[in-house]
Structures are given as structure tokens and as C-alpha cells.
């Protein structure tokens, strides 16, 4: 690297690490290559520069090509939230999909063998969740559309092996994610410049711990991180602590169900409507139909009312399991 580079290539090269996008990156490259001064001894970098520029847009302008809606990338939101299962190669992602869900993913004892997302519908209680496998994270190739995904999701479950150096995985994963500005929400307050990053719920899914003999080893995984990181021992090989998955996943999606219920009849308990903690019989509505909305005069509750059938108005509040009787 030639010494007498001016601040303002530092700075863009900066701006070049972070970026997410093929697109954002391409005018990265192109800053750099405007800002190095043109001698001898900047020949090799603008070099090299010059050809990652042209093995972008070479790319980007292939991915134009096709339609944005092709991509394994762009998965429709289903279920009660989307979760997302990251970490490097071989820590068991792909068995935790195929326990986890109805997807049948390649599971493989070889590096990198799932190519593109697939995701799966993880039944929690009588809701369904949706549970996303990803490409394994490598520091040398990450696809933008893969931290997209990230950044839409509702939870990360970072996987990590507990057989093989958990800590280090841990580390590495979460650098990768840093450098794209996706960040643990209980990390925020380290945070200085807030508005340039994502905050995701994260989960450590310590994985292979398949029966007694992994709880010592866990244990001083454990310690070691002094409770830094919320960790969810499980195994996909034993189904080991899964329901613990399940309930953790549950509670992080911070969400109520509420049943619908026609005067004069039972409500279905199988299928909830799912609303965000917090939600109001006015937000119910909504999910219900638009006429319900409009209409409304009052509404019966069952569960969190006073008494079984009160009678409440639009900003009353739900909780988990109510069944709502809609007037109008
Ligand atoms: N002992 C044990 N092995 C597992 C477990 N989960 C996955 N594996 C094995 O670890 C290897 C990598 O699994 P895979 O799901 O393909 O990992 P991925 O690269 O993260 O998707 C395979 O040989 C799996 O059989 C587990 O809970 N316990
Ligand atoms: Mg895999």
C-alpha cells in the first residue's frame, strides 16, 4: 500500500469496506480512483482498483438483466415473523432448518454447501414462524442481498458449533456483521453513530450440544462470555433444548394472538390473527377487514376483559389469546 495516500482516500475506502450494495461500492471504487494521486507509485493500486471496478459492473449489469423478483433473495414475509439462521460454514444451520421446519435443505459434513437461502415454516404453539437457512458467512464474499435479508428479518439466530471453537465462530461472525453495520440490539448504547446501523434481536444457537457429555463444555463457553450474548444451547442431530428455541423465538417476536369469534359461536383456535404487543381492538379490525374497521360500533372481549363478554370500544387493548366478538 503506497504511504502518501491523501485522508480523503482512507475515508472512501472506509465508506468501500461498508458498503452493501454492488451499486454503492461501484461509486466507492470510482472516488478512490479519483482521489489517488496519479505516480509510479500508486500504479499497483489503482491496478487493482480499476480491475475490481470492472468485475463489479460487469456483475451488476448481469444481475440487471433479470428481474428482481427471480432472486432466491426475495422471500415473501409469511407466518408471525421472520427468522433468520447466520454463521459460518458447517456449525449445522442447514439441520436446524431441516429439524426446525417442513424444508428439506442440503445438509452436508463439507464447507459452504448451501448456495442460496431456503427458507422453512417453524410451527411454534399454533402459530407458524417463518425460519430462513442462509449461505454460510465468509469474510472474503458477502452478497449484499444476504444482509438485506438480515436487515429484514425480525430475529438472527446466529449459529455457532460447539465442538469447534465457539468463541472464535462467534467472534467472526459477528465482525462480518459489523462491517455491515448490522448490530445486537443489547449492543446499542456502544454505539456512537446510531443512525447508520441496523439493531437485530440476536440469539446465539450454541449447536452439537447433543446430550450430557456437551454441558461442560458449555458451561465454560458460558463463563467465558461473562453473559455478554443471550445463548441458546441446542442440538439439531439430538433435538436437544429446541423447545426452548421455540419459546425464546415466541417471546422475542413481542406478538399477541387474538381469535375472532361470530356472535352466537365458537371462535377457531386454530387459526389466531397475529398482532404486535400492544395492538388495539381498532388494529384487530384492521386485520380482520377493512368494514370491520370503518364500522365498528363496540366489541365483546373474552380473556383479558373485566368479565367474560365485556363490552369494550376501539382503543382497548389486547392480550395474548383474547377472542374478540366484532359489532357493527
Ligand atoms: N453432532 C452434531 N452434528 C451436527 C448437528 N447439527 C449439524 N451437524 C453436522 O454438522 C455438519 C454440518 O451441518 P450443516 O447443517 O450442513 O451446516 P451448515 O453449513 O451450517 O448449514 C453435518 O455433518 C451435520 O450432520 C448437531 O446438532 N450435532
Ligand atoms: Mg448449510
Known amino acids: 500500500m503506497p504511504t502518501n495516500l491523501p485522508p480523503d482516500y482512507f475515508e472512501v475506502e472506509k465508506r468501500y469496506r461498508s458498503a452493501t450494495s454492488a451499486e454503492e461500492k461501484i461509486i466507492c471504487l470510482q472516488d478512490m480512483l479519483s482521489v489517488i494521486p496519479k505516480h509510479k507509485g500508486t500504479d499497483k493500486l489503482r491496478g487493482d482498483l480499476r480491475r475490481k471496478l470492472s468485475k463489479l459492473k460487469a456483475s451488476s449489469q ?68 417463518q425460519l430462513v437457512d442462509t449461505p454460510s458467512l465468509n469474510r472474503d464474499f458477502v452478497e449484499s442481498e444476504l444482509m438485506d435479508l438480515i436487515r429484514r428479518s425480525d430475529i438472527l439466530l446466529l449459529v455457532v458449533d460447539l465442538k469447534a471453537d465457539p468463541i472464535k465462530q462467534l467472534e467472526e461472525t459477528v465482525d462480518i456483521l459489523r462491517e455491515h453495520r448490522i448490530t445486537p440490539i443489547h449492543q446499542k448504547d456502544q454505539v456512537t453513530e446510531v443512525y447508520r446501523h441496523t439493531f437485530k434481536p440476536i440469539f446465539v444457537l450454541v449447536n452439537k450440544y447433543d446430550d450430557e457429555d456437551m454441558d461442560e463444555i458449555f458451561e465454560i463457553f458460558q463463563e467465558l462470555l461473562e ?9 439439531a442431530s439430538t433435538g436437544r433444548n429446541l423447545e426452548e428455541l421455540k419459546r425464546v423465538v415466541f417471546e ?4 399477541i394472538r387474538v381469535y375472532s369469534k361470530a356472535p352466537g359461536r365458537e371462535p377457531d383456535y386454530n387459526a389466531p390473527f397475529i398482532l404486535k404487543s400492544g395492538s388495539t381492538v381498532d388494529d384487530f379490525a384492521g386485520k380482520v ?24 370500544g376501539r382503543d382497548y387493548v389486547l392480550h395474548d389469546g383474547d377472542v374478540v366478538e366484532l359489532r357493527i
Open 62 to 129: 448481469a444481475r440487471k438483466g433479470i428481474s428482481k423478483r427471480t432472486s432466491a433473495y426475495s422471500i415473501d414475509k409469511e407466518g408471525a415473523g421472520l427468522a433468520v439462521l447466520v454463521g459460518l460454514s458447517n456449525v449445522g444451520k442447514s439441520a436446524l432448518l431441516a429439524t426446525l421446519t417442513n424444508a428439506d435443505p442440503e445438509v452436508a459434513n463439507v464447507p459452504f454447501t448451501t448456495w442460496s437461502p431456503t427458507p422453512g415454516m417453524m410451527p411454534v404453539e399454533n402459530i407458524q414462524v
Open 252 to 255: 422475542c417476536l413481542d406478538v
Open 227 to 235: 453473559g455478554a450474548w443471550p445463548l441458546i444451547p441446542v442440538s
Open 289 to 312: 377487514h377493512q368494514d370491520f374497521l370503518q364500522n365498528l360500533k363496540f366489541a365483546r372481549v373474552w380473556g383479558s376483559a373485566a368479565f367474560e363478554g365485556q363490552m369494550v
